[in-house]
């Protein structure tokens, strides 16, 4: 599968865009004409780097109102044709792309159209150059890629050709099924966007709102198989108009179109009328089983402080590492790893971003195999030196460069604890908390990090993503999507935060990145565990007494177990499926906490309270010097 990108889809000037799109792995660019005449240097000039970076450029666009114009118009339209045809000539690019005219001086008609197409691909032909036509979805008289086959079809001319592009299709809801009778070598060139269903004037939404296939909500892989299933096998090429990308970095959005094509591709290939889509091999999207662990690095002194609380939360201390120090702690099916050791990885991540839960790992089928997925998906692997015998764990990079590990229970790295670690008996007396196992990992990244993060956990894991949700801080807002699979056992929630004085955003802006900011673990009985933990001398989130009444008079609770919610300052919600409880830590350092839920049937994670649970965090932070809201 070729790929390609226009240069409109990522932030910079043109030599910045084409070195991040050659360094993202793309075969192709589209030049987009302003990038071009904002730039200093001649098309031939431009040509040249393109190559140099080895890139073909696979089109020049877009030509605007150009069919059906008026006699009064019409020969300055075709002068103006020649003149990009001169410029195409000296990029060295074969296609322009015609969008379809929107000028209302335009007349319309199918025949005059293909008329002016007709003559046009003449012009063309005479340079060896080619033209596609695109239906813009709001084009005066075309906006829709059916008629614009049509006008093509009656053109009847070997150099015009059509350009689909999914967001034109797919934002009107026109049947994808019409692609499959348009022969394959009048199809000149794909273009691929998605967006996230969001109920607005087409223009606006496209020029604005688009995002990387499978970062939004449109069937883009439907869309791309029934291309294929004609047989295409030319470039797939992303057109993303977006404000945030445009904005944002230039390497990282170019790293994200790569992997989203790529992953598109994979899933294309799948279809069993497709044939002739050549991609690198890759497995399956990795099936996550459960959470492995989760590790943290910390110094001696902040050690022990973490420690402290998770003997209040029930754990133990199990086993520890044979060489290294790092110390294991359990409870039901959770391992929690401390890492105070001054060498190696967690070392370096402590002194960047202090105590921190840095890296997890994820229970797969197939370790080895989900790796080799990651990887062809872009994903850097990580490894370090590991001593003899013991288990070398295959790693990638994740959120804010921490790492996740995979293990499986088909090789040795499932028994990595018994392997490398060594058990211990804690002589202290520790009620157990009922703890069975992890429900869900919260990280905490930049808003505008988000559909990296998305894009990376769905493309390489067995996992769906669910709609945003606005979180209100006192601050702010924060926008929490979670990345979950069917069984429950792989659950990210990612928080994207948009300015530091929300809880999220000073996590970030104190701890110098993103990363994971709260573990929630799972009880089954968490009037047991809030028992257990008062036990231990646990000090839980306290809840403003407001909130019981509220949830009282909400959900028709029982008074006498609005009484016991409000002794334990526990959380309560209900969905149609069952009822959920929460009970919260307070921070540790700059804003990590830990939560303990029940779930009862109940699949989200409690968004209605999270208002306050921020709230009665940041009051309790705040002799710490949490900026007042
Ligand atoms: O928004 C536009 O005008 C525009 C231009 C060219 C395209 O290929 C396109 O999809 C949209
Ligand atoms: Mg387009």
Known sequence: MKTSIATVSISGELPEKLEAI??????????????????????????????????????????????????????????????????????GTDLLLVCSNVSPVSLGGIDRAAADFHELGERAARRGLKVGYEALAWGRHINDHRDAWEVVRRADHPNIGLILDSFHTLSRKIDINSI?????????????????????????????????????DLPVTEFATAIAETGYDGYF?????????RGGSTRSIAADGHRSLIYLGDQVRRSPNVSGLTLPAMPDRAKVKGVGFVEFSA????????????????????????????????????????????????????????????????????AKAALARAVTLDAEPFNQPVGLGEVEIPAIRGVGGGLIYL?????????????????????MEITPAHLLRIDHIAQTVAYDEMLT?????????????????????????????????????????????????????HFIAEKFGSGIQHLAFETDDIFATAAALRKNGFRPLSISPNYYGDVEARFGLDPELTERLKADNILYDRDEHGEY????????????????????????????????????????MRPEGLPRT
């Open 299 to 366: 110094d001696e002194k902040e050690a022990a402080d973490l420690v402290a609380i998770l003997h209040t939360l029930g754990f133990r201390k199990a086993a520890v590492h044979r060489t290294k120090k790092v110390s294991l702690f359990s409870q039901g099916d959770i391992r929690l790893l401390v890492n105070t050791d001054e060498k190696g990885f967690a070392n370096a991540s402590f002194a960047v971003h202090g105590t921190s839960a840095y890296a997890m790992a994820l229970l797969v089928d197939d």
């Open 180 to 216: 499959r009778s348009i022969p394959k070598d009048k199809i000149f060139i794909v273009q691929l966007a998605d967006a996230p269903l969001i109920d607005m004037d087409l223009l606006y939404w496209s020029r604005h709102f688009r995002n990387m296939p499978g970062e939004g």
């Open 581 to 620: 409880f929460q009970l919260y830590s307070g921070t540790y350092g700059e804003g990590f906490f830990f939560e303990i839920v029940e779930r009862r049937g109940y699949r989200g994670y409690g968004a209605p309270n999270a208002i306050f649970r921020i709230a009665a965090l940041k009051k309790q």
């Open 237 to 245: 090429s992303l057109e993303i108009f977006n404000d945030q990308f």
């Open 407 to 427: 293990i499986d229970n088909k090789s040795e790295l499932g028994r990595f604890s018994e392997i490398d670690f060594l058990p211990v008996e804690e002589g």
């Open 453 to 505: 993060w998305l894009l990376f956990y769905t493309s390489i894991f067995d996992a769906h993503k669910t709609p945003m949700v606005d979180i209100i801080d006192p601050a702010g807002v924060v926008r929490s999507q979670v990345v979950e699979n069917a069984s429950g056992a792989l659950r990210v929630t990612l928080n994207g935060a948009e300015n530091r004085r929300t809880l999220a955003g």
């Open 22 to 91: 050659a360094k993202a792995g793309f075969d192709g660019v589209e030049i987009f004409e302003n990038d071009f005449l904002a730039f200093d240097g001649s098309p031939v000039d431009v040509g040249r780097m393109a190559r140099d970076y080895g890139l073909e450029i696979t089109l020049f666009q877009p030509f605007r109102d150009f069919e059906c114009m008026p006699p009064s118009h019409r020969q300055r339209t075709f002068d103006r044709a020649e003149r990009k045809f001169d410029v195409m000539q000296q990029l």
